[in-house]
């Protein structure tokens, strides 16, 4: 029986031929295709403080070794001789349909890897029409963002600050550049004990790096204005480092560098944010808000424990995120892959429940999917590709995840992402 070639390639083979037909001419891609090379190269191409932050977790580093160990515990079970010629990656997802069950984390600070780095990230994932949840902690203003994004799904996150009139201010522009999702994070209402970023005394936020959400607020900056006009003269003690600080928070702040030197706002945006960018009393009840504040589907984040789960779907949220912040937040904590199986065994089939933290490859979407995920979360793989190639390094790390799905669900006999079930699994005797 013949086939269409043309029909069968799929975005795996596709990606592959892309690259080997370049091999001809002794082009490489512009990325590895392996993590651990791509987290290696991303390291050579970063400063120590982008490193700490970036790849930096949570007290010993417990929870990202979890992460990856829940992966290594399950084992895919090939089926032969299925016949299927084609794969269909497509899924709806919150009212818009995507090519793939992949979406790009919110990741704070990222132009400690690259300069314009969420507009880097937003072309990277409209490269491949996959949605980016643009992050609270951003270097660009989101609107700036969704303009580099065309008619592609973005998302927006959300820290809930403990000034409410912010909270209103981050939905409205939400809302008004057409996110297909708010996504409150839940697990960051303080900073984690991480040691990375310790050792150096190092915070990006300190010196105005990822703060461009709150800096191109209007609440925000009038919250800034109303501290300036306020605060008393302090004496400050003059070292170098300090100097160092005062420029980048100069140089961070929009506007002019030398009108920004001869202000008191930069430095009280800093101030400002580190007072008020995350609410440490959250609760169900500030939650329960939500649905008077915005119409926008709502997506939890952070979600770990099983009656948590339970609590957000039957105050009526849209879907839940299962993360434990890539490992960042709590040492020790469960693995994000272990807590979906208790989450999707508690709370049905039916409701939209996504994974975060751990995903490295497509053969990780695939497992994931397979232990009950609508769709993951990418996180720290697109920014090593911002960090080795830009732009061009983020689109093709979400394009060597996908493909490699594509190739995984070919090579295990399953058509579509509702053929990808738990049958395909087995605890892996080698772990």
């Known amino acids: 029986m013949s086939t269409d070639p043309t029909t069968t390639r799929g975005p795996g083979r ?9 091999g001809v001419f002794g082009r490489v891609p512009a990325v590895p295709t392996d993590f651990a090379t791509l987290e290696a190269r991303a390291h050579q191409a970063s400063t120590t403080e982008a490193w700490a932050y970036v790849a930096g977790g ?6 990202m070794r979890n992460n990856r160990a829940a992966f290594d515990r399950w084992a895919i079970v090939p089926r032969m001789a299925h016949g299927n010629t084609t794969r269909d990656l497509s899924l709806d997802l919150l009212g818009s349909h995507l090519p793939a069950p992949v979406l790009l984390a919110p990741v704070g600070a990222g132009a400690l890897m690259a300069d314009d780095s969420d507009l880097k990230i937003a072309r990277g994932a409209a490269a491949n029409g996959v949605p980016y949840v643009f992050s609270n902690q951003g270097c660009n203003p989101m609107e700036a963002c ?80 109303e501290r300036v006009a306020s605060a008393t003269k302090q004496s400050t003690e003059v070292t170098l480092g300090a100097i160092k600080t005062l420029l980048a928070m100069t140089r961070n702040h929009p506007g002019a560098f030398l009108d ?31 649905r008077e504040r915005t119409k926008l589907p709502v997506v939890l984040k952070g979600i770990l424990h099983p009656d948590d789960a339970k609590r ?37 089939d039916q409701p939209t429940v996504l994974l975060d933290s751990g995903i490295r490859t497509g053969a990780d979407v ?43 669900m070919a090579l295990s006999g399953t058509a579509d992402l509702a053929s990808i079930t738990r049958d395909l699994l087995i605890p892996n005797p080698s772990a």
């Open 146 to 225: 969704a303009a580099e994004m065309g008619d592609v799904p973005r998302w927006v996150q959300l820290y809930w600050s403990t000034d409410e009139g912010l909270v209103d201010s981050m939905i409205a522009r939400a809302e008004g550049l057409g996110a297909g999702a708010l996504v409150v994070t839940l697990d960051t209402t303080l900073l984690g004990w991480r040691p990375m970023d310790l050792n150096l005394g190092s915070l990006p936020f300190s010196r105005g790096l990822g703060i461009a959400q709150y800096t191109s607020d209007p609440r925000f900056m009038e919250v800034v204005r």
């Open 366 to 408: 695939f497992t994931a999917l397979a232990l009950g995920a609508n769709a993951v979360l990418l996180g720290r793989p697109y920014m090593y590709g911002l960090a080795v190639a830009g732009e061009r390094g983020v689109a093709e790390v979400v394009a060597n995840v996908i493909a490699e799905l594509d190739l995984t």
């Open 58 to 63: 949570a007290g010993e580093g417990r929870t």
């Open 312 to 348: 957000a779907f039957d105050s009526g949220v849209d879907a839940i995120v299962v993360s434990n912040h890539g490992g960042r937040q709590v040492d020790n904590a469960i693995a994000s892959l272990d807590a979906l199986v208790t989450i999707r065994e508690a709370v049905g």
């Open 260 to 290: 920004n030197l001869r202000s008191p706002e930069p430095r009280g945006a800093v101030e400002t944010f580190l007072d008020i960018y995350s609410n440490p009393g959250l609760s169900w009840d500030h939650l329960a808000t939500l």
């Open 14 to 22: 596709a990606r592959q031929e892309s690259i080997y037909r370049d």
